[in-house]
């Protein structure tokens, strides 16, 4: 009978406490082969689970472990094994013998271990090889119940022979990619001296799609944002909260203040195809839409490609909401410029320098923005 794995994770556990894995054959054998035959894996059949597999035949490399799915040409998962304690102090140099012995074969996964850390790696790609690294678990450190479900989604053979370890594999490499621009761009807004922290969401989810070109959501901003303290993890965000991250800007306050003060505001309307909208133009040039401005409920032919794009990204996050024939914003929303603004909220092509109007003298924007140049 096949032993269970988180009874096998959890007296590995205590070996590794008890330091009884001396050399590296022990970690291969007694720790991970024990680990695979507890996943599914036919550690006796060479054809399944074959060491010191050559992944070329022009060379003397060889691959510790080569898990095979099917038949003796599709290798899925490589695993090179080192002694306990030495895998991190060189950690470089076995990135870069793995890279080589991927570089014709295309594992769809790698890992290195030495027993006590598992290193995943999605092998596909060319970025460098510790750029795709998506996980990596600690057996003293993690809870092996935590460990032996990440192992069961990676590295069990039914898993690998579906295909869906290497879809769970994928997956969390791209989001671990769409992390590290959001750090970047996290970053960058709170450099930014006009940055508007109290949309910090929807800028990221903006600045990712139209900059970044990556597939980010609302769901995953939060997500984000939770992960670097922004949010508490796990608390409901229904879609207006989300949207509006106003009253999560007290949790910001870490970060430059804004520049901008009411006083230093001016305000300015525009009306037309149904839309009426109050904007706050800010010293900075931007336009800072008011909560409860309505817009236009349809686009016309003319309406900019780009600014489209903007429109059905603020309705996705629930920052434009259906009333009546017209879309309402259901918090304030700060736009780069008065055109974005009056595009967006007009639906349609439109000179912005003369549509805004002061609120009480009626004249137009233009005269308040500096002169365009000749």
């Not at 050399?23 to 010191?52: C, K, Q």
């Not at 594992?107 to 006590?116: F, H, N, R, Y």
């Not at 450099?191 to 959501?217: C, D, F, G, W």
């Not at 300015?268 to 195809?273: H, S, W």
Request: with cysteine; aromatic share 8%; net charge neutral.
């Amino acid at each position: 009978m096949a032993e269970n794995l988180l009874q096998a994770l959890t007296d590995i556990r205590q070996r590794l406490e008890n330091q009884e894995y001396k050399n590296e054959e022990h970690v291969r054998f007694s720790l991970v082969g024990r680990v695979l035959l507890a996943l599914g894996w036919n550690i006796w059949n060479p054809n399944e689970v074959i060491t010191e597999d050559k992944p070329h035949d022009d060379d003397h490399t060889k691959v510790d472990i080569t898990l095979r799915a099917w038949g003796p040409k599709i290798p899925k998962v490589y695993i090179e094994c080192k002694r306990v304690g030495l895998l991190l102090p060189f950690l470089g140099k076995v990135e870069t013998q793995m890279m080589d012995y991927n570089k014709n074969n295309k594992a769809d996964l790698i890992l290195l271990t030495d027993g006590q850390h598992w290193r995943f790696y999605y092998a596909p790609g060319s970025a460098a090889f510790r750029d795709r690294l998506f996980d990596d678990y600690d057996l003293l450190n993690h809870h092996p119940e935590q460990v032996s479900q990440a192992f069961e989604e990676l590295l069990s053979k039914a898993a690998v022979v579906s295909g869906k370890a290497q879809e769970i594999a994928e997956g969390r490499w791209e989001r671990q990619q769409i992390y590290s621009e959001l750090h970047k761009l996290l970053e960058s807004a709170k450099v930014s001296s006009h940055q508007n922290k109290r949309l910090l969401q929807q800028e990221l989810v903006y600045q990712m799609h139209t900059r970044n070109n990556y597939p980010i959501n609302e769901d995953i901003a939060i997500s984000f944002l939770e992960s670097v303290g922004f949010f508490a993890a796990g608390k409901p965000q229904p879609p207006i909260v989300k949207a509006q991250l106003l009253k999560t800007a007290a949790k910001l306050d870490n970060g430059p203040q804004l520049l901008v003060t009411p006083d230093a505001t001016i305000l300015f309307r525009l009306k037309g195809r149904g839309a009426d909208a109050k904007a706050e133009y800010l010293p900075d040039g931007k336009m800072r839409v008011a909560e409860g401005a309505l817009a236009a409920g349809t686009v016309t032919k003319s309406m900019p490609p780009a600014k489209k794009i903007m429109r059905d990204h603020l309705m996705q996050t629930g920052v434009l909401v259906p009333h009546e024939n017209t879309l309402r914003f259901a918090c304030e929303h700060t736009f780069r410029s008065p055109s974005e603004a009056a595009e967006v909220i007009y639906g349609n092509s439109i000179n912005a320098r003369e549509a805004w109007l002061h609120e009480t003298t009626k004249e137009p924007i233009g005269k308040f923005m500096p002169k365009k140049s000749p």
